[in-house]
């Protein structure tokens, strides 16, 4: 019987690892279909946010499977708890990448403007799922206290494209287009508040507690 759980536990172990690895494979892609203009990749990240959803519902049964059966206690317990917050913060990531991706579709990649710093706001969430999914596999709580202070930054850029887009309305730009920009920001923003939820369960799991951001 423990035999069986120390493998099921172990499963989940990769399961949230290679659901992570996707979860940075298409936050990547659409990255690069709105910067880019990359059709290709924007299609990789809607086939992966599908991926995304089969390898969620995988987890999610093994983790009641582990509940129900093996009755976990102590640091097993956090581990799956945190697991089952951990895949539906991860399953927001892979939607809000193919929703960036969709949008992509529709804007050209020199429409972006000098004036805005949507490749920084890309640059940071993608690093914050990276770091945060790192933590993880590392159970460091140091760096997933790292990845909840960076969401400060990825915020105060966000706001600025916001107030950026707001004077460039005002001044007669194409209000579809900074409408789009607008919404495509606001998906980065959200991965980053996913990607800091995800750090908080890798402290829930390492420590048994959870820190406010």
Excluded at 65 to 75: K, T, Y
Excluded at 116 to 141: I, K, Y
Aim: with cysteine.
């Amino acid at each position: 019987m423990r035999n069986r759980f120390n493998e099921q536990m172990e499963q989940l172990n990769v399961g949230l690892i290679k659901m992570g690895a996707q979860c940075e494979e298409a936050i990547s892609a659409a990255c690069k279909a709105l910067l880019e203009g990359d059709r290709d990749m924007g299609e990789r990240a809607a086939d992966l946010e599908r991926e995304i959803d089969g390898r969620e519902r995988e987890i999610e049964n093994l983790c009641m499977d582990l509940l129900l059966r093996q009755q976990p206690v102590a640091g097993d317990l956090r581990t799956v708890s945190a697991a089952m917050r951990m895949i539906a913060d991860m399953e927001r990531i892979g939607d809000q990448a193919a929703d960036i991706a969709e949008i992509a579709r529709d804007l050209r990649a020199n429409s972006l403007g000098g004036a805005l710093p949507m490749a920084d706001l890309a640059r940071e969430a993608v690093g914050m799922v990276t770091e945060s999914v790192d933590s993880f596999v590392r159970r460091d709580q140091g760096l997933a206290h790292a990845v909840i202070q960076r969401d400060d930054k990825v915020d105060a850029l966000f706001l600025g494209i916001r107030e950026e887009l707001t004077r460039q309305i005002a001044a007669g730009a194409p209000g579809d287009v900074c409408l789009d920009l607008l919404m495509t920001a606001k998906y980065f923003e959200r991965i980053g508040d996913h990607a800091c939820n995800i750090a908080q369960r890798v402290e829930f799991v390492v420590s048994g507690t959870y820190e406010d951001d």
